[in-house]
């Protein structure tokens, strides 16, 4: 049994930062790749950013390649998403995940306005 935790989300203008977190709890977290993804109103879920599981090798959609940064802190079982340049196309529910398995957490909200 996997639980992850999603925080940091909220409103922020265009131009603007955030941070987001996911906090692992129930297995080996340092063993396993993980994955950002992002549902925005009436889309498909979709791939933002991935990260091996030393945190050596980070994967990046091109639409946020430049301006999230993937990282994690395997000491802490928490895998982070530094969103920087924010646009209005970028909001969405934030949702981290666990390799290609099944196990995600309940997502964070994330509204950028123009």
């Known amino acids: 049994q996997v639980q992850l935790v999603e925080s940091g989300g909220g409103l922020v203008q265009a131009g603007g930062s955030l941070r987001l977190s996911c906090a692992a709890s129930?297995?080996?977290?340092?063993?396993?790749?993980m994955n950002w993804f992002r549902q925005a109103p009436g889309k498909e879920r979709e791939f933002v950013a991935s990260?091996?599981?030393?945190?050596?090798?980070?994967y990046y959609a091109d639409s946020v390649k430049g301006r999230f940064t993937i990282s994690r802190d395997n000491a802490k079982n928490t895998v982070y998403l530094q969103m920087n340049s924010l646009k209005p196309e970028d909001t969405a529910v934030y949702y981290c995940?666990?390799?290609?398995?099944?196990?995600w957490g309940q997502g964070t909200q994330v509204t950028v306005s123009s």
């Open positions: 995940r666990v390799g290609t398995s099944d196990y």
């Open positions: 129930g297995r080996t977290f340092s063993s396993y790749s």
């Open positions: 990260i091996n599981w030393s945190g050596s090798n980070t």
